[in-house]
């Protein structure tokens, strides 16, 4: 039913041939561990990144602090190759979140975890001691592994995730009207340049193994990505169907800084020292960094953002020793209607 063929680019060509049931199965998701695998990667591997360095330079400092940059994800997450596939369990929904994600982790099988820590140590020519420990107890030790995805998620994902998601959410609504107006053809047609949709045949350019309805099973799930990089990424696993998680449109103004002019209007309702800490929250930023870049005391600074958390407009994170705060998807709204 599928079949590798050569493509005029250099590479092979993955061919998976699809059914009206295999289309009637097709839909969308967002997934919080589609975001932490790519993103670990980028700040593990200190490429420079031209859309991400913003979010880069704010994470690595914090992530080296408590030690994450060389943990248990540091082993499972190499700089480039294969990364395990129980780390990216289906999602059972549109939206899980990450402890649903991560309950799916610890309910992965023994033998599904040796599987693919043997597949990292051929590729990545041996494994470290903490996936050694994870392959000789599985069970015991995915529990380690999950608490430190849900430290590292802390750190440096849910701070942006209000933000992330906006993204992921928009791109959906985007490709949920392609469908609409053009049918599925066109949108797998437009979902990426190495993705081809061709006589009822998903193709997929400079994918070295091929694809079969045996080991990819019914239906295909579309999952967005900010962290993805410039090349789609997939998960082969029966009897989950494919999962092909793409670059999201609109990354590149994921981390543009909202203009703070406009805002007397705004002011006006909540007060200048509160619109100012919102308008400064374009990136989330700690008690003592607001009071140093507003000029605010660090008193007024968390009595102030005690009063927009309990309005909805702030959420506070945990990292480290640091508390983060972060904008809400109410308070984008709201400055996005006083200040468009």
């Not at 919080?32 to 980028?42: I, T, Y």
């Not at 309805?213 to 029966?238: E, Q």
């Amino acid at each position: 039913m599928s079949e590798s063929s050569a493509d005029p680019h250099g590479g092979l060509v993955a061919e998976l041939v699809f059914s009206v049931r295999d289309l009637a199965h097709m839909r969308f998701a967002t997934s919080p561990m589609w975001e932490v695998g790519p993103s670990f990667r980028l700040l593990h591997s200190r490429v420079g990144h031209p859309v991400h360095r913003p979010w880069v330079e704010q994470v690595q400092p914090r992530l080296s602090a408590v030690g994450l940059d060389r943990g248990w994800l540091a082993e499972l997450i190499p700089p480039s190759g294969y990364v395990p596939d129980f780390l990216n369990p289906t999602p059972s929904c549109a939206a899980p979140t990450l402890p649903a994600e991560l309950d799916g982790i610890l309910a992965a099988h023994a033998d599904r975890v040796r599987h693919d820590l043997d597949r990292l140590r051929r590729e990545q020519g041996g494994l470290g001691p903490r996936a050694h420990a994870l392959y000789t107890q599985p069970q015991a030790c995915l529990a380690k592994v999950a608490e430190e995805i849900q430290h590292y998620w802390e750190i440096a994902l849910a701070p942006y995730w209000e933000r992330i998601r906006a993204v992921l959410d928009a791109d959906i609504s985007y490709r949920a009207r392609q469908v609409a107006e053009h049918g599925a053809a066109h949108l797998l047609n437009d979902l990426h340049a190495s993705v081809r949709w061709d006589d009822d045949t998903l193709q997929l350019l400079r994918r070295p193994k091929s694809l079969s309805r045996h080991t990819a099973c019914r239906g295909l799930l579309l999952i967005p990505s900010a962290f993805t990089g410039s090349v789609p990424f997939t998960r082969v696993t029966p009897p989950d169907p494919l999962q092909l998680a793409y670059p999201a449109r609109g990354v590149g103004s994921l981390w543009e800084r909202r203009s703070a002019t406009g805002t007397d209007a705004l002011a006006a309702v909540l007060g200048r020292s509160r619109t100012l800490l919102l308008t400064e929250l374009g990136h989330p930023a700690s008690t003592t960094e607001l009071a140093r870049r507003t000029g605010l005391s660090p008193a007024g600074v968390s009595q102030n953002l005690t009063a927009l958390r309990n309005a909805g407009l702030v959420s506070a994170h945990r990292a480290g020793r640091s508390v983060l705060y972060a904008r809400t998807s109410v308070a984008e709204s709201v400055l996005g209607a006083a200040c468009p």
